[in-house]
């Protein structure tokens, strides 16, 4: 019997897990909702979110797809609250995938049920939210439907502290990191570092500049590149502001490509039109490595750097092809700030 129930349930969570699709059961007039613990959270403290199901039909397994910002919250746990056996969440790049199974030959929930309570640690400070986008249902009988849940639930973290880092006690972006920190823009790690050589996605730069700028339009998270599916649900808000601001677009065949590490001279590039900066057509870079500047970066670098709020490296070289550290990434939007 025993060996029975594990069966059911690790098949029920095969379902789950590679989607396969079984006949749709009638489950298609459920609706979700998200609740949260505290709407005015302080830095530090835990944020509860619960996912509760509506008009559900013999619901016995499912499986929940959120979106949430890493940068001010911190994933902590998930549990459901449907009794049986649950996965462990699936936590990347701002997105938790968690599913849970009734076990043995019982009927499953019908009506309004409580699917399951995520928790995070709210950390810095500014506006953010969490996203339900998807829910896969399964009945009794294995029959399953995949829905859009499009519920979201905002929050405002109050008093974002200063965190004292384990690793920048000497490094020569330490203040620039705790005024960033405070200031709410980026956080560190859940160790306690911070991790200043660390390089940086585009979605990663992207949504640290438009916090930083508070920009307009973060709760239009609407973009139309080729490679959309792939850019995280936390980073949306952030690149969708970028580019109905004209600071950020794609590639030559439409891609985005946000996991792509941001070099020198694109992080410039998006900063200078964040701010907007006149361009001095006959500004002339005086890197030593200034012939390595792509075409389309070369005026955006030279009037960066005139107007004084980007640096060289050592030897006096602007390494524009080479990849950016956190600690530089947070160097720049703090002289852009200030600018």
């Known amino acids: 019997m025993k060996r029975k129930l594990l069966l059911t349930a690790s098949l029920t969570l095969m379902l789950l897990s590679f989607l396969i699709p079984f006949a749709a059961f009638a489950a298609d007039s459920a609706s979700f909702t998200l609740t949260i613990s505290n709407e005015k959270p302080e830095a530090g403290q835990e944020v509860i979110v619960s996912v509760k199901g509506h008009d559900l039909k013999d619901l016995y397994a499912y499986e929940v797809n959120l979106g949430y910002d890493p940068e001010l919250l911190r994933f902590k746990q998930a549990k459901s609250d449907i009794t049986g056996m649950s996965i462990t969440p699936i936590v990347k790049n701002g997105s938790i995938q968690f599913a849970s199974t009734m076990i043995g030959d019982k009927a499953g929930k019908n009506g ?7 928790v995070f640690d709210a950390i810095g400070n500014g506006k953010t939210k969490v996203e339900l986008n998807e829910v896969k249902l399964v009945s009794s009988q294995l029959a399953s439907v995949t829905q859009n849940a499009d519920a979201r639930i905002t929050t405002e973290i109050q008093g974002g502290k200063l965190v004292t880092f384990t690793d920048i006690a000497d490094h020569w972006a330490k203040e620039a ?14 160790d306690h570092t911070f991790r200043p050589q660390g390089l940086v996605t585009r979605a990663e730069f992207t949504a640290m500049l438009t916090r930083a700028l508070q920009l307009p339009g973060l709760e239009d998270a609407v973009t139309d590149f080729a490679d959309d599916d792939s850019i995280p649900q936390w980073a949306r808000p952030g690149i969708s502001a970028a580019v109905t601001a004209g600071i950020v677009n794609g590639y030559d065949d439409n891609t985005f490509r946000a996991d792509n590490r941001i070099n020198r ?14 361009l001095d057509s006959t500004a002339v870079s005086t890197f030593s490595d200034a012939s390595q500047i792509p075409d389309w970066a070369a005026t955006y670098v030279a009037s960066a750097h005139k107007a004084g709020f980007i640096q060289g490296r050592d030897g006096n070289q602007f390494a524009p092809l080479e990849q950016s550290t956190r600690a530089e990434a947070v160097k720049l939007i703090l002289s852009a700030i200030k600018k």
Do not use: S
Request: charged residues 25%; aromatic residues 6%; proline residues 0%.
């Open 265 to 278: 001279a694109e992080m410039t590039t998006l900063v200078a039109r964040a701010l907007k900066l006149d």
């Open 177 to 190: 990191i705790e005024q960033a920190v405070k200031i709410g823009f980026v956080n560190g790690f859940e």
């Open 112 to 118: 309004d049920a409580l699917l399951c309570t995520l």
